[in-house]
């Protein structure tokens, strides 16, 4: 673990668990990071500013005594320096404050405006944690790519027995580093994502395709992109914009994505092909806009695509990592272990289209991500965040 010259802001709140902050301030420290401490009002009453400006060995903002006039300058300073953003410990306020976008003191501010991943280590009774309003919070902060870690069971403070202690600094430092290490671990690798849906013409102006609206596919090029890989996106229609920084191909149907697939694979090291792809086109496309045959029943004869991810899979290169996606609605296992197979892949990601948070064109995914080792089931969450977990274990089978 080496975090020499990582800029880390500490978010510190008002519970019994802020003695434990001191010490994972002392380990990022040892392991090479810059910390800065932000405490809020309730948070000094427990432990005091001076021990977090001792150890962490740079002045630590606090409340006390400041106008707002001063966060707007301050926040705005630590937010950008960042490049995590952890809470240790996170009351149920807040979450709930992060969850609603108050800002009404230095913390609330600057989590708010910053961009870097944050990471939340809650720490409270376990009646908060458990009450409809904290899960609400705790769902649209993870849906909006908020990290957390623990809390974990246990012997609290209030004397209850239950979930509520924060995590040990020891596993909030770990999981800080593997969050600031994902930065380069995919340096010098070829990526290339399919994303989106194919169209198939049947004349000039219709064409059938499928709801795919290339989130998914975008959310693992980003991701791939941010943790230092040269990404290749092979995208078919799609409803959201192109992720900056990555090679963009377009392509509009199946044959179009057979072709540039097979000019592209062989240089990539890993393939992830999310693309929906038409399984079946239009035999006969007309050149003229089909005319309505009045009181006639239109019949069109459909003929079956190539399947592009068999064919990557029947030519794999030596050193390549091959995976698929399987959107199911019914035997979901069943069926993803048997494309697994078919297509000769390394990993299917599989989820059933029909749960909701899950499929084409939200913002969150619940998936199972399957090898011939196993499977993984894995929570609903965001695209983004999947992505990442995607990438992780796609890192493992490559070692
Ligand atoms: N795929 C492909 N070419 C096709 C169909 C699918 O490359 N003609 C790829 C998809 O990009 C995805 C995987 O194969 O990675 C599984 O796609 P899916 O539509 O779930 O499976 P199909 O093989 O089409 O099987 P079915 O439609 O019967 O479920």
Redesign the pocket.
């Known amino acids: 673990m080496d975090l020499t010259g990582r800029k880390i802001v500490l978010g510190v709140t008002g519970g019994i668990a802020a003695y434990k902050s001191a010490e994972l301030v002392s380990r990022l420290r040892h392991l090479g990071a810059e910390v800065h401490v932000i405490m809020t009002r309730n948070a000094t009453e427990f432990v005091s500013p001076l021990t977090f400006q001792t150890l962490s060995a740079n002045q630590v903002v606090t409340d006390t005594f400041q106008a707002p006039e001063y966060w707007n300058v301050e926040h705005v300073a630590l937010a950008r320096l960042a490049e995590v953003f952890v809470i240790a410990p996170a009351t149920a306020n807040i979450l709930a404050k992060m969850a609603a976008g108050i800002a009404d003191d230095m913390l609330s501010t600057t989590v708010l405006a910053t961009k870097a991943p944050v990471l939340a280590a809650p720490a409270m009774n376990t009646g908060m944690w458990t009450a409809e309003a904290t899960r609400a919070n705790v769902k649209t902060l993870r849906e909006r790519g908020v990290l957390f870690i623990g809390p974990d069971s246990g012997m609290l403070a209030c004397g209850d027995e239950g979930a509520g202690r924060m995590s040990e600094p020891e596993a909030i430092a770990e999981e800080i580093c593997r969050i600031l290490n994902r930065a380069a671990d995919m340096a010098g690798l070829r990526v290339l994502v ?1 994303a989106g849906a194919t169209r198939e013409r049947l004349d000039p102006v219709r064409f059938i395709t499928n709801d795919s609206s290339g989130k998914m596919g975008f959310a693992l090029a980003e991701a791939a992109r941010d943790r230092g890989a040269e990404v290749t996106v092979v995208c078919g229609s799609v409803s959201v914009p192109v992720p900056e920084g990555v090679r963009t191909v377009r392509i509009e149907s ?1 044959q179009d ?2 072709d540039a ?1 097979i000019r592209e694979a062989p240089e990539q090291d890993v393939i992830i ?7 079946y086109r239009v035999e006969k496309q007309s050149a003229t806009k089909i005319k309505k045959a009045e009181g006639q029943p239109l019949t069109l004869t459909l003929t ?9 899979g029947r030519n794999r290169k030596k050193g390549q990592t091959l ?6 609605t019914d035997h979901v296992q069943k ?1 993803a272990v048997s ?1 697994l197979k ?2 000769n ?1 390394d990993m ?1 990601v599989a989820n059933d289209v029909t749960a909701p948070g899950a499929g084409f064109n939200v913002d969150t995914n619940i998936a199972t991500l399957i090898t011939k080792e196993g499977s993984e089931a894995l929570p609903l969450q965001t695209k983004r965040q999947l992505a990442d977990v995607i990438l992780d274990r796609i890192l493992a089978l490559r070692t």
């Open positions: 399919t199946a994505l057979y697939m092909q999310a693309a929906a792809v038409c399984d079956e695509n190539p399947d592009v991810a068999m064919a990557v995976v698929g996606f399987a959107a199911e069926n494309k078919k297509k892949l299917i």
